[in-house]
Structure formats: C-alpha cells, structure tokens
C-alpha cells in the first residue's frame, strides 16, 4: 500500500500538478497561466492591470502533457517545466464551462491542427494582429476561434491599455520608438482569464 502511495505521489509531482489536486484538473484544450520572469512580464503586468503576463494551452502527446505557448517561438513545452518557469511556480488552470460538449476528439484534434500550423513562428514583439509573428495569448485565441468558433477573451485596442507607467513607455519606446500603433487589435492574457465561457478547476498560488 505505501509503494502504491508513493508511486501515485511521484506521479504528481513529475507531472508538475500538485496532490491536492483531482485526477481530472488538467484536460487536453486547458488554458494555463502564470507571471512570467521574462524582460517584458512588468510592462504586461501593468498595461493591462493583472498579474498574469504569460499563457498557454495545455494538449497531451506519447509524452504526457505539454503546453503549447508562444515565448522565443510557438512551441511545446512539458508542462511540469513550463510551471516550473514561472514565478513562484505559481499557476492558474483554466477551462470551457462546457468542455465536455465542445472539446471532443475530433475537436482536439482539429485544435492541434491549427496550433501546428502556428508552431515555429517567431514570437511577436510588437503585437500585431497577423500570423507572421505570434504572441501567447494570440496564440491560443485563435487556437480557439478557428477550431471551435468560440472567441475566448475581449479583443481591444492598444490605446484601451494603461500606458502611462515609465515602464511601460520606456518598453514601447524600445519596441515602437515613435510609431505606437494605438489601433492594432490585441489580445491580453488577463482578457482571456476573466472570460466568462472559462471556469478555475486548479490552481497553485502563494498563501
């Protein structure tokens, strides 16, 4: 019985989920999120009020689960090293309230499909709304859109954003120099965390 206990807690732990957690808290079509350590996560965190900069969607290969992300490019990543990059190994997992209706096998599949497509695409440092460059939450918006039709998060503007702190301009300025494209369509994490067709069903964040 301890052998059993031990090897169900190695599991686990290998897996990146910790054991206070169901056997069903991470599906295929899951949304993850964290606060990123990269140069960019403050400037993200202040510009749209949240502090979650970085996202992607959880699928499953032979492997086991990994997150499909857009960070130096589209690509997976093992889950269980996606969490353990992020700030405090903290995180947040999110899902469709109807899942079971609408992500099916022949869903998912078609999911993985429009995210293969995307893969090995340069992350997009400027945020344009176009597939030449892709950004996180971008990437798993229209992973989305394309397969289910559903449009997961509020799309707005880069004016709608909170601007004003030095670290933001100083990060548009380096990015944009003079030429803010205000009008461009975006996408933020936070838009696609406070969506109301998405429901928690695990988390990791500090006490």
Same mark, same amino acid.
Not at 30 to 55: G, M, V
Not at 70 to 86: D, N, Y
Not at 102 to 125: C, F, H, I, W
Not at 157 to 165: A, G, H
């Given at each position: 019985?301890?052998?059993?206990?031990?090897?169900?807690?190695?599991?686990?732990?290998?897996?990146?989920?910790?054991?206070?957690?169901?056997?069903?808290?991470?599906?295929?079509?899951?949304?993850?999120?964290?606060?990123?350590?990269?140069?960019?996560?403050?400037?993200?965190?202040?510009?749209?009020?949240?502090?979650? $900069?970085?996202?992607?969607?959880?699928?499953?290969?032979?492997?086991?689960?990994?997150?499909?992300?857009?960070?130096?490019? =589209?690509?997976?990543?093992?889950?269980?090293?996606?969490?353990?990059?992020?700030?405090?190994?903290?995180? =947040?997992?999110?899902?469709?309230?109807?899942?079971?209706?609408?992500?099916?096998?022949?869903?998912?599949?078609?999911?993985?499909?429009?995210?293969?497509?995307?893969?090995?695409?340069?992350?997009?440092?400027?945020?344009?709304? $176009?597939?030449?460059?892709?950004?996180?939450?971008?990437?798993?918006?229209?992973?989305?859109?394309?397969?289910?039709?559903?449009?997961?998060?509020?799309?707005?503007?880069?004016?709608?954003?909170?601007?004003?702190?030095?670290?933001?301009?100083?990060?548009?300025?380096?990015?944009?120099?003079?030429?803010?494209?205000?009008?461009?369509? =975006?996408?933020?994490?936070? $838009?696609?965390?406070?969506?109301?067709?998405?429901?928690?069903?695990?988390?990791?964040?500090?006490?």
């Amino acid at each position: 019985m301890i052998r059993t206990l031990l090897i169900i807690a190695g599991f686990l732990l290998s897996t990146g989920i910790n054991a206070q957690t169901k056997p069903d808290s991470i599906r295929e079509g899951d949304l993850i999120f964290q606060t990123s350590l990269s140069a960019q996560s403050k400037a993200i965190q202040l510009a749209t009020q949240s502090k979650y $900069s970085h996202c992607g969607i959880i699928f499953k290969d032979k492997n086991g689960y990994y997150v499909l992300e857009a960070i130096s490019q =589209v690509k997976r990543t093992p889950l269980a090293q996606w969490i353990a990059r992020g700030q405090g190994k903290n995180f =947040v997992v999110k899902r469709l309230k109807n899942a079971d209706q609408v992500l099916n096998p022949v869903m998912l599949v078609k999911m993985k499909s429009e995210g293969q497509q995307l893969t090995g695409r340069a992350y997009d440092l400027t945020f344009e709304w $176009s597939d030449t460059q892709i950004y996180c939450s971008e990437l798993i918006w229209k992973i989305y859109e394309r397969s289910t039709g559903l449009r997961i998060g509020k799309l707005e503007k880069l004016r709608d954003f909170d601007l004003s702190n030095d670290i933001v301009k100083k990060k548009m300025k380096a990015r944009y120099e003079n030429r803010v494209p205000m009008n461009e369509t =975006v996408i933020s994490p936070v $838009s696609i965390f406070n969506s109301k067709l998405l429901k928690t069903v695990n988390l990791k964040e500090p006490v």
